[in-house]
């Protein structure tokens, strides 16, 4: 059977556990902690003091004049167990019993709240999440201060036994999406997750589609905003990425900065945003299919101009791509894996000279080069990282197609991905809502950043129990002192 005094032999095995006894005129307290966890300050002044001031103190007394709010009595080994590997002091009282005095005494080692280095932002917050999941609940609750605003926490991985805390506010979101989420994060059985990417994976809809269904962000800003619209986030003790759902398509290629903006602004912006990953998907397959099968095609202001560029090409056209498509990868992947600076200078050095000697080698011509930058610049523009290393790897099944069947390749091409998400969905959610199914409601804030005025109501694909955000009779009502 599970005991105390077996959980201290086998704690002692690991040399940073510290196992002492503390003598009175009764009976001996025992003291056990991890002294890579514990913060000694807290220990020694609050917790250890109160021993060393009264030879005789009972176990309730003791219990009683520890200054720490967060304690507990318990009995129930598997919890002693996990308490002490997570920091906490276990004080155990005589040989024989198996109560013991839980304290939080665990030290906080990590990094402060910083700006946020992935989703940058001119205007709006610069706070951004970081590997404490209590600092980034406190992130998140001083953002949405009301008692609606409900947090479960759960735990996952046999071995790392990771903290994941469920964020929602109860009647806003959807039972049903709650429910569904909680049970697939109960269902995960593996060992090792350590960060909430990992458990995006796991509780996916379909995990073999290269499409995401759940955002990531680093901006506490964006997950109130999230959570108030009905969706629910879901953090890990030692990720600074939330994770929210259920998402549509569309979601993915607005950003919060959006919001910060004039509606008008915001609603370019975003036009631009949507342009460009079209462009960054079909520029360089159309560039097979015209030059291989429909030259045709090509206007005669253009004409010159491509084939004198590709006169002295010796590859055919998709060879060409390929060679510059996997360049330009080879390029983002050395920057992203290198230290900062070095990171920037690669990038920037090596695509001018690989470009420029490229094209003097007769590699690749002028025409596709321009193509190709544009192509990777448009690429950048998606604000989830997620989505634009899928929108990288979409261009390469479009760009074989091409070189199969031209035009005609690309068009089934893209049948087969607009197949592919209308079966898609995001916690039982359609992944195409409100375009299919189609809701008209539901457009003002897809393609365009409407005025506040027209937030009046929630989108009805999130299914909120309480749709109205305030009444839409009065939104445009401006009253001044003097009136």
Known sequence: MNSVPRLWKELSESSDFVCYEHQTNTAPFFIGY??????????????????SNDSDISFDDLYHSIPVAEKEISFVWDLIQ???????????????????????????????????????????????????????????????????????ELTVGSISKSRVAIVYIKGV????????????IEDVQFDQVTDSTLL??????????????????ERPDYVAWAVSSGQICVLMDGSPTAVFAPVNLWLFFITYEDYYLPWIIGTILRLIRMFSVLFSVFATPLYVAVITYHGQGISNVFLPTIVSSRINVPFPPVVEVLIMELVIELLREAGARLPTKIGQTIGIVGGIVLGTAAVEAALTSNFLLIIVALSALASFTTPIFRMSATIRILRFPFIFAAQLWGLLGIVICTLAMVSHLLRLTSLGMPYLVPFYPFRTSDLYDTVIRPPYSKFHHRFSFFRSPKPVRFDKKNANKKRDIDE
């Not at 991890?34 to 913060?39: H, Q």
């Not at 980034?136 to 605003?149: A, D, G």
């Not at 039972?175 to 909680?182: D, G, M, P, S, V």
Request: proline share 4%; hydrophobic share 40%.
């Open 173 to 184: 979101t959807n039972e049903q999406y709650l429910n569904t989420l909680i049970q697939r």
């Open 82 to 152: 996990n308490k002490i590997l997570r920091g906490n002091v276990a004080i155990q009282y005589g040989h024989q019993s198996h109560h013991c005095i839980l304290v939080n005494a665990a030290a906080f080692k990590g990094r402060n709240v910083t700006i946020p280095e992935i989703e940058f932002t001119v205007e709006g917050s610069k706070e951004a999440f970081v590997e404490s999941l209590d600092i980034n609940l406190n992130l998140i609750r001083k953002r949405v201060p009301i008692p609606e605003l409900r947090i479960k």
């Open 34 to 51: 991890f002294k890579s966890l514990a913060e000694p300050e807290l220990l020694h002044q609050h917790i250890l003091s109160c021993l």
């Open 200 to 217: 995006q994976q796991m509780i996916e809809d379909n995990s073999n589609s290269i499409f995401p269904q759940t955002i990531g962000t």
